[in-house]
């Protein structure tokens, strides 16, 4: 490993991340030193009421509690929170900071130890994929879709989007892999670090497209900076 020791993985809703750290931790390798914090530990239910979207919120979000349950909020109500977590897993020695949310934040932290922002990896190395200029997102929550239209529009020509909430058993991916079909993208982005990779195989099976898996990007980068 280089220089960065630990890693600090923050996720929005609440750690650990049993979902999403150990198939990172697979890419990462068992040398990599890992740190968890979520915006929401520690906070009871009322609390987490408290930062859900009102009319109006521009940038919702969606995650994952500690007991598999899933809660939307608003971005801005979250983001003292995710300071706040960034700070203590610097003193707790990570050498690095990364959030496991494809939201576009603005920047977060001190400057003390770098952060990592999945989405602005994905928006400069996602478009070199594509000859037409076509992208299909698939997205948790339909309240996001405008927001997945506005980060992805000024990098793709057309950008289709369509629902599927990786957190709700309920949640159809054949429908969304019928939307994604009909889009005929160059490749489908499933837009949310809350996707596994049984969604993503079973996607491809599904639309005979090229699926790209947030997690497993980003796990590949920082494999690369820990050499």
């Not at 923050?10 to 979902?19: A, E, N, Y």
């Not at 130890?113 to 190395?125: A, D, G, K, N, W």
């Not at 057309?158 to 005929?184: F, I, K």
């Not at 990779?197 to 497209?209: D, I």
């Amino acid at each position: 490993m280089t220089a960065v020791g630990k890693i600090g993985f923050i996720t929005i809703g609440q750690s650990p991340r049993t979902d999403v750290v150990p198939e990172i931790r697979e890419i990462l390798g068992r040398d990599v030193q890992i740190l968890e914090a979520g915006a929401l530990d520690g906070l009871d239910r009322a609390e987490i009421e408290a930062l859900g979207p009102e009319q109006g919120c521009e940038n919702v979000l969606v995650s994952r509690l500690r007991d598999g349950s899933w809660v939307t909020m608003d971005e801005k109500k979250l983001l003292p929170l995710l300071e706040e977590r960034i700070s203590r897993l610097e003193e707790q020695g990570a050498g690095l900071a990364v959030l496991l949310c494809t939201g576009p934040f603005p920047r977060l932290g001190s400057g003390g130890i770098p952060v990592i922002y999945p989405f602005r990896l994905m928006e400069t190395v996602f478009p070199c994929f594509s000859v037409r200029g076509r992208v299909g997102i698939v997205t948790p929550d339909e309240k996001q879709k405008e927001l997945c239209m506005g980060k992805w529009s000024p990098v793709m020509k057309h950008v289709a989007v369509t629902v599927c909430n990786p957190y709700d058993r309920d949640c159809s991916l054949e429908q969304a892999a019928m939307d994604m079909r009909n889009a005929d993208p160059d490749f489908i982005v499933l837009d949310c670090i809350g996707y596994n990779k049984e969604m993503k195989q079973k996607m491809e099976q599904l639309t005979g497209k090229p699926v790209i898996l947030p997690r497993g990007f980003l796990a590949g980068v920082i494999r690369e900076w820990c050499g």
